[in-house]
């Protein structure tokens, strides 16, 4: 029974809090809280960023002339143990400036659960997941950095 009274004493506490320190504060800003954007604002959404089918094309032509747009997400797994520019972090080795090669054969050693150093189960998993053209391009990228 004793906890309940504290429990209740607590949320009282909390909204007293509230009531007086919080509320007052609120401002009305006049906008919604959804997202929802018509009218005049729409229009002006329009013709700042172009229509989502305009906004989608930008996209795609970026990510055209972007070689390795295709790998960047899986480049994002690597990166958080092998560093942003592939320098290397704590145990974890650097990678740029290998090459391509060497960076598909330890790629395809790891899926074949070879051991390569003391960090090779984490790899495992990660390299079991690529195709043999993520692989590549991996490399590739890999030996721009």
């Known amino acids: 029974m004793k906890e309940l009274g504290m429990t209740l004493l ?17 401002e009305y800003s006049g906008v919604g809280g959804g997202h929802s954007c ?5 229009e002006e959404y ?9 906004i989608l094309k930008a ?19 690597c990166a958080a143990c092998h560093g942003q ?3 290397g972090m704590a145990v974890f080795p ?11 054969d330890r790629l395809n050693t790891y899926k074949n659960r070879g051991e390569v150093g003391p960090m090779s189960s984490t790899m495992w998993g990660q ?10 391009m991996l490399g590739k990228y890999i030996e721009t950095l």
Do not use: H
Request: hydrophobic share 45%.
């Open 94 to 104: 650097k990678l740029a400036g290998q090459s391509a090669d060497y960076i598909v």
């Open 127 to 136: 390299a079991g997941m690529l195709s043999s053209a993520d692989m590549e």
């Open 59 to 77: 996209k795609q032509a970026l990510a055209a002339m972007d070689e390795f747009s295709a790998i960047k997400p899986l480049w994002a797994g």
């Open 38 to 42: 018509t009218g005049e604002c729409y």
């Open 85 to 87: 520019q592939g320098e």
């Open 46 to 54: 329009v013709r700042v960023n172009g229509t989502s089918v305009d």
């Open 10 to 26: 607590g949320c009282f506490a909390i909204g007293l809090f509230f009531a007086m320190k919080v509320y007052p504060n609120l």
